[in-house]
């Protein structure tokens, strides 16, 4: 049976003997490993993204998680998918929507990447799928049944690893001195982050790894 995300999220709670705790904050604390481990061993990719759906009177939205770059954005209206020019500043947007509250349309006349977030001229007034055309490192999985994603197959001993050892740090072993399982976990994570580094294309940070071109 293939490997799959929740499976890894399961496997952390054994390795650090604590089934009880919540897999929300182990997804989170996994996440915030992906994000950092993402762009140490990959240069981003270009990858169609859909994840975001524009909702009524909400002008920012999240990039997803890996993002570098975004380099175009369309908005499906109509079965249409309208091409989005992407303002030089984000003062182009505030300055041709100086009311409070926004003007609402169609969001297709500016966008801008602000941050971690996306922001959208005029603001949607409805439910309007965004496609980016990004640059982005390999995200966390959004199905608990995914056994393709690099962190459930080559990334595995790595995130379990790195995860288990911050759960330890900034929880578990938190009044710990120089906590064995932490050492363990970390020496664990690194050794597999060398063995992945080995199979890139170049030593420098970030690298590229073959199979995940």
């Known amino acids: 049976m293939a490997f799959t995300w929740e ?15 919540p897999t929300d904050y182990v997804e989170q604390m996994a996440g915030e490993r992906v994000t950092v481990y993402g ?10 993204d859909y994840s975001i759906t524009t909702q009524p009177g909400q002008y920012f939205y999240r990039l997803p998680p890996g993002t570098q770059q975004v380099n175009y954005v369309r908005v499906l209206y109509g079965g249409i998918w309208i091409p989005v020019p992407i303002a ?12 409070q509250p926004p003007f609402t349309s169609i969001p ?10 996306l922001r959208l001229f005029p603001t949607p007034t409805g439910q309007y799928p965004v496609e980016l055309t990004a640059l982005i490192t390999p995200g966390v999985p959004t199905d608990p049944n995914d056994s393709s994603s690099f962190w459930v197959t ?25 906590s064995p399982r932490v050492a363990t976990f970390k020496a664990n994570a690194q050794m597999a982050l060398e063995q992945l580094m080995t199979q890139s294309h170049q030593r420098s940070s970030p690298s590229i790894i073959k199979s995940w071109l």
Do not use: H, M, W
């Not at 890894?8 to 089934?19: G, I, Y």
């Not at 030089?88 to 009311?99: A, G, K, V």
């Not at 297709?108 to 977030?117: E, N, P, S």
């Not at 995130?159 to 120089?178: F, K, Q, R």
């Open 39 to 48: 762009p140490y061993i990959f240069y981003p990719s270009e990858t169609l």
């Open 88 to 99: 030089d500043r984000i003062t182009d947007i505030l300055e041709s929507d100086p009311l």
């Open 7 to 21: 499976a890894l999220l399961s496997q952390v709670k054994f390795r650090l003997n604590r089934p009880d705790l």
């Open 108 to 117: 297709v006349t500016l966008a801008k990447v602000y941050g971690d977030q």
């Open 154 to 178: 080559a990334g595995r001993v790595l995130l379990i690893n790195g995860t288990a050892a911050e759960i330890c740090s900034e929880y578990l072993d938190i009044s710990v001195p120089n």
